[in-house]
Structures are given as structure tokens and as C-alpha cells.
């Protein structure tokens, strides 16, 4: 059985991304970091948790509906995944 994976979204997407479905399965996290707190639409599929870093969202002003991770849970998230993964431009074409 494959374990959890937290994915990274660094970056504001322009698009809906039709990738962003094919990488992420049940279980698995995605966290909303840097400029990625301006995703505030994004769907994710069933079983899938998504968080925002804290820290990005009080610097760009951004108010997300989805649950606030600290620096510290951050870390606490990173350790304890399986795997974690950045989602960059080339993965998300």
C-alpha cells in the first residue's frame, strides 16, 4: 500500500490545473504555501486534506477557508509523510 504524501503548491495557478488530480489519491495532503495561498478555488478529490500555511496568508492578506498550519505543524506535517513533493510548473502542464 503506498503511503501519504504532502504536496507543496508554491505558486499561484493561472489555470485550473488538470494534472493537480492525477498526483494526488486518498490520503494524501496538500498545503497551499508562498504565493500558492491565492488558490483559495481549488478543488481537491475526495480524501484529500488541504491546509495553508499561516505565516503566507497574514503576509499577503489572504483569508483561507481551509485549515491554518503554523510553522511548527508545517515541520511536524513534512516529517511525518511518507513522501513529500513540490508541485512546480512541469508537473502541473
Not at 24 to 46: C, F, I, K, M, T
Not at 57 to 73: F, Y
Not at 75 to 87: G, Q, S, W
Request: charged share 20%; proline share 8%.
Amino acid at each position: 500500500m503506498a503511503g501519504s504524501t504532502l504536496f507543496l503548491l508554491p505558486l499561484r495557478l493561472t489555470a485550473p490545473s488538470q494534472r493537480l488530480g492525477e498526483w494526488l489519491r486518498p490520503g494524501d495532503q496538500l498545503l497551499l504555501l508562498e504565493d500558492g495561498v491565492y488558490n483559495l478555488a481549488l478543488r481537491l478529490p475526495e480524501g484529500v486534506a488541504g491546509f495553508s500555511l499561516a505565516a503566507d496568508c497574514k503576509a499577503r492578506g489572504v483569508e483561507s477557508p481551509w485549515p491554518m498550519l503554523n510553522d511548527a505543524a508545517f515541520v511536524e506535517a513534512a516529517a511525518t509523510a511518507d513522501r513529500v513533493v513540490t508541485l512546480t510548473p512541469g508537473l502541473l502542464a
